[in-house]
């Protein structure tokens, strides 16, 4: 009961005090190929996590700057580590309300980059918050529930193995 009240609180917050308003219209033409600095916002479970991995690679193979935002027990999962920039987070960093904390948002209000990709699949509060406290003019994720208001570009997803999620993700993904 209180779980679910915690949450509406979170999402009241996230709206009124972080989310964006893109007044300009956007032309998604080469809107992802022609970027230079990506901010990825890595998977909270493990499964998807790996999976997540090719997407990745592709972008350092195009010569993307990567920076990674992953919780600091998961940082030597990344193989290649040199080839990354990481922003990383502790548990006690996230809010009863599921937000996070001020010395955080601090830090990430500097921050601009060109994309913001949201690799979870499931809903976060955390996480849609992250992605919008960063400068950017484009932010993409999986549709979840309740954040259509997040993010510029969604993705359905229709498969429930990670695997394919992922694949078709970046399949998507190199359309623009």
């Keep these: 009961m209180f779980e679910g009240i915690k949450r509406k609180i979170g999402h009241f ?13 956007l032309a998604y033409n080469n809107v992802i190929s022609s970027a230079k600095d990506f901010f990825f916002i890595m998977p909270s479970f493990d499964k998807d996590f790996y999976h997540t991995l090719e997407i990745l690679k592709y ?12 919780p600091e027990h998961k940082y030597n999962l990344v193989p290649d580590k040199e080839k990354f920039k990481f922003i990383s987070f502790l548990p006690h960093q996230i809010s009863r309300f599921y937000l996070p904390e001020k010395n955080l948002v601090a830090r990430l209000n500097t921050k601009e980059f060109d994309v913001v990709i949201d690799l979870n699949r499931s809903e976060d509060i955390f996480f849609s918050a992250i ?13 979840k529930e309740l954040s259509e208001s997040y993010y510029n570009l969604q993705i359905v997803d ?11 993700f970046l399949n998507y993904l190199q359309m623009f």
């Design 13 to 25: 917050v996230v709206k009124r005090k972080y989310l964006h308003k893109n007044i300009e219209q």
């Design 59 to 70: 972008y350092l193979n195009q010569k993307k700057v990567i920076t990674l935002f992953l």
């Design 131 to 143: 992605s919008n406290i960063v400068k950017s003019k484009i932010r993409i994720s999986f549709v």
């Design 158 to 168: 229709k498969q429930g193995d990670s695997d394919a999620s992922y694949k078709s």
